[in-house]
């Protein structure tokens, strides 16, 4: 049985609330003992406060880890979802470190001395700006995203690409990415810069069931990248995909610089699936998981700045971080043989770059 309310999808929204008002409380009382410096109470007491306030922040960063981990956010939601997340990241480092010293300096009584005593009060502010700032950011998840709101659970598929009939390849679309559904087997490959064995990669149309027809990638086992000529910083990625009928790895890449270096969140039909980059031709991972991988699934990979996000059906599956990649092409890298059934591709920009 779970301890949550009905309404509380994770426990974030639960705690959240406790250390910012106990750092706000700290930062109040220690601006009064700040003029009634014979007073020793408000020492104590604001001293009291930030070290609890501190403990909150360290317990509001690890659920909010895990809260960010359990939601599946609209495009333009995505960018605030990691500034919030690195923001409470430095809220946790800062006040875990200043109660540290607030505590010592209580011990050692020299806190007592006004000009360090006007110093650790004016850190304390600064620390509790970083804090409103941060909530002003989660608080624009929840009210204006619907972050975590039952009410305002998104639908159980990614929207699907305008189709794109009389467009041989992908075509620049209003969120500063493109938008890709093949209407021909292969004339499409024209306006893609292709890396690798070209010569055995097969396309063709094939029936998707209720998906209509869509595109099949079959590859004879060596392998082969295709990206589209548009440089992107920030990237989401959506689309549809069956890998039933693939014996390999099938990667999602970003940031394509040359065909030894990008991001990558790669997919097998076994249900791995890994986000890293290739440096130079070597593989540095930064998360492995499995998921269920039978079937179609729509899938979303976001690469933002050093945050790396992968959903299968709107759950999240994998989570790494690494460094700010900077900019590149997107588009999909085959390493096995087999067939790939793609219904659509599409990328966004999160922050607004090319819209």
């Known amino acids: 049985m779970s301890l949550l309310p009905d309404w509380a999808p994770n426990i974030h929204p639960l705690i959240v609330h406790f250390p910012i008002a106990l750092l706000f409380a700290a930062a109040l009382i220690d601006t009064i003992g700040l003029f009634l410096k014979e007073k020793d109470f408000w020492r104590k007491a604001a001293m009291g406060l930030y070290a609890l306030g501190a403990l909150g922040a360290v317990a509001a960063f690890f659920s909010g880890r895990q809260a960010a981990d359990s939601v599946f956010l609209p495009t333009d939601a995505n960018a605030l979802l990691t500034e919030h997340a690195d923001l409470g990241q430095w809220v946790f480092y800062l006040f875990a470190a200043y109660s ?55 639908e159980t598929t990614v929207v699907a690409v305008p189709d794109s009939s009389g467009e041989a390849g992908p075509v620049m679309n209003d969120e500063g990415g493109w938008s890709f559904r093949a209407t021909r087997a292969g004339a499409w490959m024209e306006s893609m810069t292709v890396y690798g064995d070209v010569d055995g990669l097969t396309p063709s149309l094939q029936d998707g069931g209720d998906r209509g027809d869509v595109l099949a990638l079959t590859a004879s086992g060596d392998p082969v990248m295709l990206v589209f000529d548009h440089e992107m910083f920030t990237v989401q990625m959506d689309g549809g995909m069956n890998l039933d009928r693939f014996d390999g790895t099938v990667m999602w890449v970003s940031h394509v610089a040359d065909e030894a270096n990008y991001q990558f969140t790669s997919f097998t039909r076994d249900g791995q699936v890994r986000q890293g980059a290739s440096e130079n031709g070597d593989l540095i991972i930064m998360d492995n998981q499995q998921y269920d991988a039978a079937g179609w699934h729509a899938y979303r990979t976001v690469a933002d700045q050093t945050h790396f996000r992968a959903y299968s059906d709107q759950a999240m599956i994998a989570h790494g971080h690494g460094a700010d990649p900077g900019s590149g092409h997107v588009g999909i890298r085959l390493n096995g043989s087999g067939t790939v059934l793609i219904d659509f591709l599409k990328t966004a920009s999160l922050r607004g770059e090319g819209r």
Request: glycine share 10%; net charge positive; charged share 15%.
């Open 100 to 154: 540290i010293i607030r505590v010592i300096l209580f011990v050692l009584n020299t806190d007592k001395k006004t000009s360090i005593r006007a110093t650790v009060w004016l850190i304390g502010l600064v620390g509790c700006g970083m804090v409103w700032v941060t909530a002003e950011k989660g608080a624009e998840l929840v009210f204006k995203h619907g972050a975590g709101v039952q009410a305002a659970a998104q």
